[in-house]
């Protein structure tokens, strides 16, 4: 294992901060890991010296997962490896990558798998909640289009994953979030897309938001795979359009336009550019918060409630697809019967502002709750895990859990506890 940085040390500082600037930790030692040889030195050095163990890649938990105060924080980001295999449509990644070198990677052959929609997220915390982006309703989620896992355990011995390979674990590791191990290496399945995307937006005044999005829900249900719809509500506005992947997508267009008068924004770009274009160029100094709910359906009580924004912002985006072809059975990931996903979100930058900000975010998530039917396991933030999970598969997770990691030493994540352990309180509250 390379030296351990330590406060007052180069690069400190850096390696502690996060997306989220609420979190402001201070491990007493930070690993950073270039191989899997130093994440097994890590883990050991930690459970020797019973530090608690934080694992970093893109930092993008909101409740600051990845640094632990005290602990260690074992950082994966110089792993950051990449190779593509093209003609076998593989990419092999390592456990620090982010999702922009992924894409990137891929890209130079034009193939792509399923990424999140931010190019500064880790591959890593992305695809062991589930992983959903613009590719899913035509590939699945990106857990389901991982191959192979090459995992640390708890005891800092080396395992692989796949469909013949440890299978339960596999099964675990495809939604089941970092509560098993390390995982040092993704092997993914690749598709070929092209370079190509399609971004259309309609807005309109907030007075017309009922309308445009039942309009808009109706439409959802016939989309073409290659389509995600996105919806987003602010104060003043109601958004609608979609997401197109690969050729073709202006056939939508008449149909939206049809909805009314409305300012329009229809633009191509390349995927890469489609894959960055949400990024946060001014990086992780904003104070962040947000809530998220699942919706099997969207009725029209639900969307008067969506309309009641109390000066924050709200997204829906749309699912099914491939992703509700896997059976629930399949992976750990649940809820694949969702229609649509709401998130609502807010940063800032005065830290006075955080019972305020904090608090109208919780009331209007609470007022959308009747209609949910869980929520995403990444979008989890003082939630009880069974939001991510029904019973049964929490159940066969905590088996699972129980197995690899007896002792809850991955327990900075959305934590699956193993069977008689105590409760873990979270950084952050509900």
């Given at each position: 294992?390379?030296?351990l940085?330590q ?5 400190y500082d850096?390696?502690?901060?996060v997306?989220?600037a609420m979190?402001d ?5 930070i ?7 130093d ?11 019973g530090l608690e163990?934080?694992?970093r890649?893109g930092?993008h938990s ?5 640094v632990p105060d005290?602990?260690l924080?074992i950082?994966?980001t110089p792993m950051?490896?990449?190779r593509?295999?093209p003609e ?7 456990g ?8 990137k990677?891929?890209?130079r ?7 999140g929609?931010?190019?500064?997220t880790g591959?890593g915390?992305?695809?062991l ?5 613009w ?5 699945g989620?990106?857990?389901d289009n ?15 994953a796949?469909?013949?390979?440890n299978s339960e ?6 939604g089941g979030g970092g509560?098993f191990?390390i995982?040092?290496?993704f092997?993914?399945?690749l598709?070929h897309i092209g370079?190509?995307?399609l ?10 938001g ?8 109706e439409?959802?249900t016939t ?8 919806a987003?509500i ?6 609608v359009?979609?997401v ?5 997508g202006?056939e939508?267009l008449d ?9 329009e924004?229809v ?6 550019t489609?894959?960055?274009r949400?990024?946060s160029?001014?990086?992780h100094?904003?104070r962040?918060?947000?809530?998220g709910?699942?919706?099997?359906s969207l009725p029209?009580d639900a969307?008067?409630a969506?309309?009641r ?5 709200a997204s829906?985006?749309?699912y099914?697809?491939a992703i ?15 229609q649509f996903?709401f998130?609502t ?17 919780r009331?209007?998530?609470a007022?959308?709750a009747p209609?949910a039917?869980?929520a995403?396991l ?6 009880s895990?069974?939001?991510a999970?029904?019973p049964?598969?929490l159940a066969?997770?905590?088996a699972?859990?129980?197995?690899y990691?007896?002792?809850n030493?991955?327990h ?6 193993p069977?008689g352990?105590?409760a873990v309180?979270?950084?952050?509250g509900?």
């Amino acid at each position: 294992m390379n030296k351990l940085l330590q406060a007052g040390d180069a690069g400190y500082d850096e390696a502690r901060s996060v997306w989220n600037a609420m979190v402001d930790c201070h491990p007493a030692a930070i690993a950073r890991c270039h191989d899997t040889a130093d994440v097994v030195a890590a883990v050991r050095f930690a459970r020797e010296t019973g530090l608690e163990i934080g694992v970093r890649c893109g930092g993008h938990s909101i409740a600051g997962h990845a640094v632990p105060d005290g602990g260690l924080m074992i950082d994966l980001t110089p792993m950051n490896a990449v190779r593509v295999a093209p003609e076998r449509k593989r990419a092999y990644v390592q456990g620090g990558a982010l999702l922009g070198e992924l894409d990137k990677a891929a890209q130079r052959y034009g193939l792509a798998t399923t990424a999140g929609n931010v190019s500064h997220t880790g591959v890593g915390g992305l695809t062991l909640g589930g992983g959903m982006g613009w590719l899913a309703r035509q590939f699945g989620l990106a857990c389901d289009n991982v191959v192979s896992y090459e995992l640390v355990t708890a005891d800092g011995d080396v395992v692989r994953a796949s469909a013949d390979e440890n299978s339960e674990l596999f099964w675990g590791l495809r939604g089941g979030g970092g509560n098993f191990g390390i995982v040092t290496s993704f092997e993914f399945r690749l598709h070929h897309i092209g370079t190509r995307a399609l971004v259309a937006e309609f807005r309109y005044p907030s007075a017309a938001g009922f309308d445009v999005l039942r309009a808009w829900r109706e439409l959802s249900t016939t989309a073409p795979r290659e389509a995600t719809f996105t919806a987003s509500i602010t104060a003043d506005a109601v958004t609608v359009g979609y997401v197109w992947v690969g050729d073709g997508g202006y056939e939508l267009l008449d149909a939206f336009q049809a909805l009314g008068p409305a300012d329009e924004y229809v633009e191509e770009m390349p995927y890469l550019t489609l894959q960055s274009r949400d990024d946060s160029v001014q990086g992780h100094r904003y104070r962040r918060y947000w809530k998220g709910h699942y919706f099997k359906s969207l009725p029209d009580d639900a969307i008067h409630a969506l309309l009641r924004t109390p000066g924050v912002s709200a997204s829906l985006q749309a699912y099914g697809g491939a992703i509700a072809d896997v059976a629930d059975d399949d992976a750990a990931f649940s809820h694949r019967d969702t229609q649509f996903e709401f998130v609502t979100a807010t940063r800032w930058e005065d830290p006075a502002e955080d019972p305020t900000r904090i608090a109208r975010l919780r009331d209007y998530a609470a007022t959308l709750a009747p209609y949910a039917g869980g929520a995403y396991l990444n979008v989890l933030n003082g939630d009880s895990i069974d939001r991510a999970f029904p019973p049964a598969k929490l159940a066969r997770l905590t088996a699972l859990k129980t197995q690899y990691d007896p002792h809850n030493t991955f327990h900075l994540n959305q934590n699956i506890r193993p069977a008689g352990s105590a409760a873990v309180v979270g950084m952050m509250g509900g």
